[in-house]
Antibody
Framework: QVHLQESGPGLVKPSETLSLTCTVSGGSITTINHYWGWIRQAPGKGLEWIGHMHFDGSTHYNPSLESRVSISVDTTKNHFSLKLRSVTAADTAVYFC?????????????WGQGTLVTVSS | EIVLTQSPGTLSLSPGERATLSCRASHSVSNSYLAWYQQKPGQAPRLLIY???SRATGIPDRFSGSGSGTDFTLTISRLEPEDFAVYYC??????????FGPGTKVDIK
C-alpha cells in the first residue's frame, strides 16, 4: 500500500521560496498510470489543487499559481518536490502531497498527512 | 471554468439517519471525472467515491454516489459516529484541471 509523507520547513519568510518534499513508500514513483501532485488548504478553507507531474516529465499546474510553482520528481529517491516562489501570507496553508490515479477515471488517492507551512517574518 | 457548488453547507443529523449531499456543476462533468472525499478535523481528505459511483477500497457500502451531467449526490445510508466530517466533491477537466466544491459539513444534531 502506497504511503506518502511530506517534509520541509514549517515557516517561510515572505518573498522567499517554499520547498517541500514528498517521500513515496510502498510503491514506485515510475508507475505509468500515476502522477504525483500537491494540494493545499488554507486555515479553515477549502482545497486547492496546485499541480501534478508524471515521472516522464509532463507537468500540469493551476493557472493561478503557474508563474510561481514548480514540481519535480526524483526517481532515484522515489520522491517528488514542490517549490513555490515569492510567497506571501496568502500562501499559508496545509500542503498535502497526493498520488493522482489516472485510469478510466482520475482522482487523488492516497494523500499524505499534510504539513502546515506558515509564511511570516 | 466549471464551478462546483455543494449543498447544504451544513447538515445536522443524528446517528442512524440518512444523509444526502448534493454537488452541482455549472457545466456538465463527465461521470468518470467526479469524485468525493471525506475530511475529518486535523486529517487529510480520504477518497470515498470515484467515477461518480465507484466506492474506493475499504469504503463501507453505506456510502454511495450517483448522478450525471451537472447533478451528483453522495448518500450515506445510515450515519455512523465516525461519519461526521466534511465532504468535498471534486471534478477533473476544464481549467483549472482539478477543482473542489466548498464542502458540506455533516455534524451531529
Amino acid at each position: 500500500q502506497v504511503h506518502l509523507q511530506e517534509s520541509g520547513p514549517g515557516l517561510v519568510k515572505p518573498s522567499e521560496t517554499l520547498s517541500l518534499t514528498c517521500t513515496v513508500s510502498g510503491g514506485s514513483i515510475t508507475t505509468i498510470n500515476h502522477y504525483w501532485g500537491w494540494i493545499r488548504q488554507a486555515p479553515g478553507k477549502g482545497l486547492e489543487w496546485i499541480g501534478h507531474m508524471h515521472f516522464d516529465g509532463s507537468t500540469h499546474y493551476n493557472p493561478s499559481l503557474e508563474s510561481r510553482v514548480s514540481i519535480s520528481v526524483d526517481t532515484t529517491k522515489n520522491h517528488f518536490s514542490l517549490k513555490l516562489r515569492s510567497v506571501t501570507a496568502a500562501d499559508t496553508a496545509v500542503y498535502f502531497c497526493v498520488r493522482v490515479v489516472e485510469m478510466a477515471t482520475i482522482h487523488f488517492d492516497p494523500w499524505g498527512q499534510g504539513t502546515l507551512v506558515t509564511v511570516s517574518s | 471554468e466549471i464551478v462546483l457548488t455543494q449543498s447544504p453547507g451544513t447538515l445536522s443529523l443524528s446517528p442512524g439517519e440518512r444523509a444526502t449531499l448534493s454537488c452541482r456543476a455549472s457545466h456538465s462533468v463527465s461521470n468518470s471525472y467526479l469524485a468525493w472525499y471525506q475530511q475529518k478535523p486535523g486529517q487529510a481528505p480520504r477518497l470515498l467515491i470515484y467515477g461518480a459511483s465507484s466506492r474506493a477500497t475499504g469504503i463501507p457500502d453505506r456510502f454511495s454516489g450517483s448522478g450525471s451531467g451537472t447533478d451528483f449526490t453522495l448518500t450515506i445510508s445510515r450515519l455512523e459516529p465516525e461519519d461526521f466530517a466534511v465532504y468535498y466533491c471534486q471534478r477533473y477537466g476544464d481549467s483549472p484541471l482539478f477543482a473542489f466544491g466548498p464542502g458540506t459539513k455533516v455534524d451531529i444534531k
